[in-house]
């Protein structure tokens, strides 16, 4: 995946040098705010004329980071995918939160946080997780993954609900 994107997306789509990104680790240590608003900041400026050209024919705009907001042209509906709360306001924040038209949240405290800030962004909650009684059973099929879950392996990411969730027969990577 990572030379994927090196190869098509940094080179081809977003020619950013990757060193401008604050990394820590190779991917980032996924907690410190200050992080992904930096690596927002270098992928939107670079990507701005892409997202204008993808967006002319698609329904609406999804961000996934408050300061993501900034870059996506006004041309369609936008709702930011809120999936974590800062530990306090910024500007670059507030400035981020006059962009989209709603907002979903992926639990309650993230909702609370952001709504306790932001009062007249409307806001729904879309919770992690699967919901076992719809995957309870098995799935005939000849795919060789049946569950594929990408993201960190954190409880509150969902993992413990998919392994719930899968029959014993299913193959599931993670």
Known sequence: YFTDFETNIRQQSLPIEIGKIAIDAPYGNGHSWDIWNNEAHVFGQAAQDMYAKRLQTADVAVSHMSADALYVPHTRPHVLHLHGSPKQRDDLIDRSMLQPDRAIAHSNSIQEWWSSHYSDMPMDIFRNGVPIETFDHPVDSER???????????????VQDILAAADPSQRIVI
């Open 144 to 158: 060789p993954i049946d569950i594929l879950y990408v993201g960190r392996l954190l409880e509150h990411k969902g």
